[in-house]
Every structure is written in C-alpha cells, then in structure tokens.
Nanobody
Framework: QVQLVESGGGLVQPGGSLRLSCAAS????????MGWYRQVPGKQRELVAV???????NYRDSVKDRFTISRDNAKNTMVLQMNSLKPEDTAVYYC??????????WGQGTQVTVSS
C-alpha cells in the first residue's frame, strides 16, 4: 500500500532552521508531483511548496526565499529545507503525492513549532 512518512518536525526558535523529509513507498515516485502543505487548527490546509516530477518548483509567497523543496527520484524522497523560520510558520506539515488519473495521497503530518 501507499505510504508517505514525514519526519524532521520539532520545536525551533524564530530565525532557526528545520529540514522536513518525506519518504514514499508503494508508488512510482517519478510519476508524481510532490508537495508540502500545512494546517493550523481552525484553518484550511494550505499549499507551502510543490515540485513536479521534472523538478519544477512553486512556493507560496510567504515562504519564498526561505524554504527550498527538493526531491530524489532514486531514493523516493522529498525534502523541505526551512530557514529563517517565523512563528507564523507553526503548523502541522503534510506530505502529498499527486498524479493526474492515478490518485492523491497524504502523509500523517509532522508538527513544526516556531517559538522562543
């Protein structure tokens, strides 16, 4: 079965960095657009960054120049490097894999807390 497993969340001070990883299994990784989303209680889940199978990336405006998304198709992994973190980045971060005509899958989420 399909599994997306996130890791790397935690507590960090403002201005700090975290590196989130998503390990995928049960899918042909190279066929999927991969993305990171985040959600805070009471709000809708929002897109943070996406990377296509070919490596094209897109970011929400508030994280541009601070976050970097990357993928390794040989290892079936995706990474979100988050720098200069702000309290407003606090959320549960979810890994997503989507391929048109095949399906969309989610990980279980990892908590990121930015606080002094």
């Amino acid at each position: 079965q399909v599994q997306l497993v996130e890791s790397g969340g935690g507590l960090v001070q403002p201005g700090g960095s975290l590196r989130l990883s998503c390990a995928a299994s049960g899918i042909i990784f190279g066929l999927y657009t991969m993305g990171w989303y985040r959600q805070v209680p009471g709000k809708q889940r929002e897109l943070v960054a996406v990377i296509t199978a070919g490596g094209r990336t897109n970011y929400r405006d508030s994280v541009k120049d601070r976050f970097t998304i990357s993928r390794d198709n040989a290892k079936n992994t995706m990474v979100l490097q988050m720098n200069s973190l702000k309290p407003e980045d606090t959320a549960v971060y979810y890994c997503n894999a989507v391929s048109v005509g095949i399906g969309s899958y989610w990980g279980q989420g990892t908590q990121v807390t930015v606080s002094s």
